[in-house]
Nanobody
């Protein structure tokens, strides 16, 4: 069973930075395209970033382009999301997600499509940004 555990959330002031981390277990991280999805109260879930298996292809939602950076370390089985210039509208529960063998996103599709059908989800880590 592939499991994802997030950490690094918390309370931050507008304009500051936070770094979220996701540790995978059960299978090699290199087998999966990875991403971060967020959900704020009363809003739909939003894929904010995704990264291909090799790490060479990335996707960002328009709302976070230029402020967030996704990265991965397959040797350490970790995926990180560096969030800079935080805004109050970044307040949400952030989930680490991945594709699967059944809902597979090719590395070439990640930059344009992101992660259309995330299959594995962590439990989430809360990010709250105050103005």
């Amino acid at each position: 069973q592939f499991q994802l555990v997030e950490s690094g959330g918390g309370l931050a002031q507008a304009g500051s930075s936070l770094r979220l981390s996701c540790v995978a277990s059960g299978r090699a991280l290199s087998s999966f395209a990875m991403g971060w999805v967020r959900q704020a109260p009363g809003k739909e879930r939003e894929l904010v970033a995704a990264i291909s298996r090799s790490g060479e292809g990335t996707y960002y939602a328009d709302s976070v382009k230029g402020r967030f950076t996704i990265s991965r370390d397959n040797a350490r089985n970790t995926v990180d999301l560096q969030m800079n210039s935080l805004k109050p509208e970044d307040t949400a529960l952030y989930y680490c997600v991945s594709d699967s063998d059944d809902e597979y996103t090719s590395d070439s599709d990640v930059p344009s499509l992101g992660l259309p059908s995330p299959s594995y989800w962590g439990r989430g880590t809360q990010v709250t940004v105050s103005s």
